[in-house]
């Protein structure tokens, strides 16, 4: 099996944002960088179910294909829909 190749993106914070990215990082035992790793593929989630449910529910896809277009499982669509019910 292949490794998985990473990409690099670069983020700009204030002073006081890096203090507390840095000092939630310490308190998970991981670097800045793994925190926000973590941090933006977590909110890419969110934001791609959302976007999902609001698809579905508009009637622009099936959950198979909103799951293919946004890599998020169909079950997770579907559990998503029934949560904010």
Do not use: C, H
């Not at 670069?10 to 960088?33: C, I």
């Not at 179910?49 to 698809?55: P, T």
């Amino acid at each position: 099996m292949e490794p998985t190749k990473k990409q690099i993106i670069s983020v700009r914070l204030d002073d006081a944002t890096k203090q507390r990215v840095e000092l939630a990082a310490r308190l998970l035992n991981q670097s800045a960088d793994a925190f926000l790793a973590q941090a933006g593929k977590d909110r890419a989630r969110q934001v791609l179910l959302a976007w999902s449910i609001d698809q579905y529910k508009n009637g622009e896809g099936t959950f198979s294909e909103l799951a293919a277009m946004t890599g998020l499982a169909i079950e997770e669509i579907m559990l998503g829909m029934s949560q904010k019910e």
